[in-house]
């Protein structure tokens, strides 16, 4: 019989309890520099490492609390990185339980630190009204303080809003935060800070055209890789590179685009971080997409969904779906690609993420169009209309216009009495004649009908034509603005 046992089983010695919050300081060093499993290393005289409870038996409130403080965040990251199922599920479970005990032993900034880890949880899961519940409750403790908490709860709140395409509201809180983070010391903190800004100014870059915020972008990006370098933090440092590149993609350098991905991955690959390599090949595959070497995109996205269902990033597997979704249509694998685009949206939505299902969505009805009935087409038409009912991004607001205007246009067609003879194509066309211009004419001519038979309420209007009201609306503000005239006053709603 052996009688040996670990550290983590037998009761704790004095001399190790005493080691314990030097420990968990030397861990969260660690882990701020990126590097999670020497962290977790750290602290193996009390825990098994990730998937594993630590050893808390014995231990006063204020070391066991910060035990799983620290133990909780390392399964977020270290869960994250290698897409281990459950991982972010326990992480939540050990940092609400220091949570608790923190509050209990009155010691707030250690709550606020507990909490903010818990809304990173909750973001990478998909569920983003409880991260802004949970950062909400910080922001509001912390009041005036400008402590590092604050900070990273600023942070994260920003990081939320533009996961949930709210760039506009992420950058509101980028720019009140920026001259707080400017007197900040922590490196890795204030990377993190000009990386997410970059991404909130790319994308209204590229969604808006302006040629100001992707310069911004840039000069952030630089910044950040700065910040990372001097805190030693590969991971970050990678991920900022899959950021340059996909920005690349999007301004047809493709050639640039691919260098930094290449580097962004051997970074990240580096440090074992599976699930940074995994949106790597998301970034890689969007932009094969752009380029038009679409078998390249598909082999790249395929490659990421099968890493992102390893774990439980929910947000990011809806995203990386949507990706094989549209690769898989532009090969003409139409049942495939509508099988991975309703997946997409069923997992963004039931993690709590709107957004992520909407797009998927949109992406149905611009790749699949052609080859769905009537009703389907209007079925993913009320799902991306509903999804996206809070977003702010033009572009995405410019796409779910187009796609009312797509299936307004089957509805007329499917309409159109079958008993109509069809009236035969002259062999020549008139002088200018345009078929984009006559679908427009013939379709505001139906509008203004429809308009003048309900009294100008677009609401009656849509109803006579058989779209939704905000579908109406957005064609009127956009392709038909000379008939907002006809449509009665907008009536302010009342604030609750």
């Known amino acids: 019989m052996n009688l040996q046992t670990s550290a983590v089983d037998r009761e704790f010695e004095t001399p190790a309890l005493d080691n314990l919050l030097p420990l968990c300081e030397m861990a969260k060093g660690l882990e701020e520099a990126g590097e999670f499993e020497m962290a977790e290393e750290t602290l193996r005289p009390f825990w098994k490492g990730v998937s594993h409870r630590p050893n808390s038996t014995g ?64 973001w990478r899961e998909g569920g983003l009204d409880e991260a802004r519940v949970t950062l909400r409750l910080v922001l509001d403790s912390l009041h005036e303080s400008r402590s590092e908490q604050k900070l990273r709860a600023l942070l994260t709140s920003a990081i939320v809003e533009s996961a949930a ?77 899959n950021n340059v590149g996909f920005l690349f993609a999007t301004l047809n350098r493709f050639t640039e685009a691919q260098e930094h991905l290449t580097r962004a991955r051997a970074l990240l690959l ?89 797009i998927a969505a949109v992406t149905a009805i611009e790749e699949l169009g052609t080859q769905l009935s009537l009703n389907i087409l209007e079925e993913y038409y009320r799902n991306a209309e509903e999804l996206l009912a809070h977003s702010q991004n033009r572009s995405l607001k410019t796409r779910l216009g187009e796609c009312a205007r797509r299936v307004l246009a089957a509805e007329l067609i499917e309409a159109k009495p079958s008993a109509e003879p069809l009236r035969s194509v002259p062999a020549t066309m008139p ?24 009294g100008g309420s677009v609401t009656r209007a849509a109803r006579l034509l058989g779209v939704t009201h905000q579908g109406l609306a957005f064609i009127l503000n956009g392709r038909h603005s000379d008939l907002l005239a006809i449509r009665t006053p907008v009536k302010k709603r009342r604030r609750s």
Not at 103 to 118: D, P, Q
Not at 202 to 223: H, Q
Not at 436 to 447: F, M, P, S
């Open 270 to 358: 580096s440090v074992s971080d599976q699930g940074g390599a995994a949106t790597v090949e998301d970034s890689r595959a969007q932009a094969f997409l752009l380029e038009g070497k679409n078998e390249l995109a598909e082999n790249s996205a395929r490659s990421a969904v099968r890493l992102f269902q390893k774990g439980g990033e929910q947000a990011l597997l809806a995203e990386a779906l949507t990706t094989h979704g549209k690769a898989l249509a532009r090969l003409a694998q139409f049942s495939a690609a509508r099988a991975t685009l309703n997946q997409a949206i069923e997992i963004a939505r039931t993690a709590g993420h709107p957004e992520g299902g909407g």
């Open 431 to 454: 002088p200018g004649f345009s078929l984009d211009a006559e679908v427009l004419r013939y379709e505001g001519t139906l509008i203004r009908k429809a308009l003048e038979d309900s």
């Open 165 to 241: 395409t709210r760039d506009r509201s992420a950058l509101v809180i980028y720019e009140q935060a920026a001259p707080l983070f400017e007197s900040g010391a922590n490196h890795s903190l204030k990377g993190r800070f000009h990386t997410s800004y970059a991404t909130v100014l790319r994308s209204l870059g590229t969604s808006e055209n302006r040629e100001d915020y992707i310069d911004r972008a840039l000069i952030e990006y630089t910044a950040a890789s700065y910040h990372f370098e001097l805190a030693g933090h590969k991971r970050f440092q990678g991920r900022v590179e």
């Open 59 to 122: 231990l006063p409130d204020e070391a066991k609390a910060e035990l799983l403080l620290r133990t909780g965040t390392l399964t977020g990251w270290l869960g994250s990185a290698k897409q281990i199922p459950g991982s972010q599920e326990l992480a939540k479970d050990l940092i609400s339980e220091s949570s608790s005990l923190f509050e209990s032993i009155g010691f707030s900034e250690r709550v606020a630190e507990a909490r903010v880890n818990l809304a990173v949880c909750y």
